[in-house]
T-cell receptor
Framework: GAVVSQHPSRVICKSGTSVKIECRSLDFQATTMFWYRQFPKKSLMLMATSNEGSKATYEQGVEKDKFLINHASLTLSTLTVTSAHPEDSSFYICSAKSGGRGYEQYFGPGTRLTVT | AQTVTQSQPEMSVQEAETVTLSCTYD???????LFWYKQPPSRQMILVIRQEAYKQQNATENRFSVNFQKAAKSFSLKISDSQLGDTAMYFCAFMKSTGTASKLTFGTGTRLQVTL
């Protein structure tokens, strides 16, 4: 149990376009989802926290208008990178937490975004 | 703000030997959780072990155990009988509280290589 999926696993887009990444909890209801960014050989940096049905809370320095997060249901959160630039190229990871399961976060397999 | 420090960027251990990864953290909180996550080449984050700060007994999970020193704010991971499959990045992480505001703060990671 406690499986989180991400789609797509890899995406290449052109500079100036937008790309959407989906994060789904497959066998539990995720009251909270988290979005992280990971640069090569670096640690995970929390970008934002989203609670189902409410606006996401962004970490300091993360542009909310560039990284749009929607958590419309208890099993789906999306991250849209708008007007992508090459510097947005990175590995994006989501995690999900269920209030019923306590504090543990379950991680998705990540999405590699390359902006050309 | 909480900080997590992993002072060993890379470590190497021979198969079947024991290795200890270091982690220190800084917080003014009294109640919190500490985690060790493994990130193999697949990039999937895997929870290795967790420790509740209010518990004095060190957590163990099969070949993995921790040495939790609350006063010293130290949380090291010991891997016994190392296996080739243990080769991965290991991240120490801190979580301040449970509930919807729970956020993980990660250390910079230690790359562990298990050799024959």
């Amino acid at each position: 149990g406690a499986v989180v999926s991400q789609h797509p696993s890899r995406v290449i887009c052109k500079s100036g376009t937008s790309v959407k990444i989906e994060c789904r909890s497959l066998d539990f209801q995720a009251t909270t989802m988290f979005w992280y960014r990971q640069f090569p050989k670096k640690s995970l940096m929390l970008m934002a926290t989203s609670n189902e049905g409410s606006k996401a809370t962004y970490e300091q320095g993360v542009e909310k208008d560039k990284f749009l997060i929607n958590h419309a249901s208890l099993t789906l959160s999306t991250l849209t990178v708008t007007s992508a630039h090459p510097e947005d190229s990175s590995f994006y990871i989501c995690s999900a937490k269920s209030g019923g399961r306590g504090y543990e976060q379950y991680f998705g397999p990540g999405t590699r975004l390359t902006v050309t | 703000a909480q900080t997590v420090t992993q002072s060993q960027p890379e470590m190497s251990v021979q198969e079947a030997e024991t290795v200890t990864l270091s982690c220190t953290y800084d917080t003014s909180e009294n109640n919190y959780y500490l985690f060790w996550y493994k990130q193999p080449p697949s990039r999937q984050m895997i929870l290795v072990i967790r420790q509740e700060a209010y518990k004095q007994q060190n957590a163990t999970e099969n070949r993995f155990s921790v040495n939790f020193q609350k006063a010293a704010k130290s949380f090291s991971l010991k891997i016994s009988d190392s296996q080739l499959g243990d080769t991965a990045m290991y991240f120490c992480a801190f979580m301040k509280s449970t509930g919807t505001a729970s956020k993980l703060t990660f250390g910079t990671g230690t790359r562990l290589q298990v050799t024959l």
